[in-house]
């Protein structure tokens, strides 16, 4: 299963970014999708995800500024960034659950990242 990711990039503070991911690969079915990031000396931490009941889950510091939604029939999971703000600025980093055969195990997948970098 391969992950690419795009939309990463420099943004003023209160601008808006919009990451994408496709996944490809052996993948029978994608159960949930979502964004992790990583700032520089900080532990990677979940930013949203998105089940394929279309649940979804925020941080608490992106509620009501970032949204994810995903194509099921394109493989691909976007998230809508909005009033960017410094603090947001890390490695962002798209990762997938899939089974590869029906009723076949779970397996988690992870992009390299894309870096957002917000100035103030």
Request: with cysteine; proline share 2%; hydrophobic share 30%.
């Amino acid at each position: 299963v391969q992950l690419v990711e795009s939309g990463g990039g420099l943004v003023e503070s209160g601008g808006s970014l919009r990451l994408s991911c496709v996944a490809s690969g052996n993948i029978f079915s994608i159960f949930a999708m979502g964004w992790y990031r990583q700032a520089p000396g900080k532990q990677r931490e979940l930013v949203a995800s998105i089940t394929d009941n279309e649940q979804t889950n925020y941080e608490d510091s992106v509620k009501g500024r970032f949204t994810i939604s995903r194509d099921n029939a394109k493989k691909v999971v976007h998230l809508q960034m909005n009033s960017l703000k410094p603090e947001d600025t890390a490695v962002y980093h798209c990762h997938v659950r899939v089974s590869q055969w029906l009723g076949g195990n779970e397996y988690d997948y992870w992009g390299q990242g894309t870096q957002v970098t917000v100035s103030s």
